[in-house]
Nanobody, 114 residues
Framework: QVQLVESGGGLVQAGESLRLSCTAS????????MAWHRQAPGKQRELVAD???????NYADSVKGRFTISRDSAKNTVSLQMNGLKPEDTAVYYC????????WGQGTQVTVSS
């Protein structure tokens, strides 16, 4: 069993910053790819950023230059630093780890007001 717990969401104004964190626990032996996805009301869940076990990162075009994903493999945590937030970034943000299959967190709400 693998569990993921996200934290750090909230309500901010456009242009401000937030930092999301996610900690994975359970039967995790080694480093695995981790990612952040988001889902806005009425839209499909989409990839925001991911990071490989070796630290290689990938970002959605809509967040490039504003968001930064990072990981602490020793603590099984992944973070998402979000700067220059826009109202269109409003969504529930989900953490994911891939160990043979995908495990998801419960999500954390990010709301950006204009």
């Amino acid at each position: 069993q693998v569990q993921l717990v996200e934290s750090g969401g909230g309500l901010v104004q456009a242009g401000e910053s937030l930092r999301l964190s996610c900690t994975a626990s359970g039967r995790i032996f080694g480093n695995y790819p981790m990612a952040w996805h988001r889902q806005a009301p009425g839209k499909q869940r989409e990839l925001v950023a991911d990071i490989t076990s070796r630290g290689r990162t990938n970002y959605a075009d809509s967040v490039k230059g504003r968001f930064t994903i990072s990981r602490d493999s020793a603590k099984n945590t992944v973070s998402l630093q979000m700067n220059g937030l826009k109202p269109e970034d409003t969504a529930v943000y989900y953490c994911k780890i891939t160990i043979l299959c995908d495990y998801w967190g419960q999500g954390t709400q990010v709301t950006v007001s204009s």
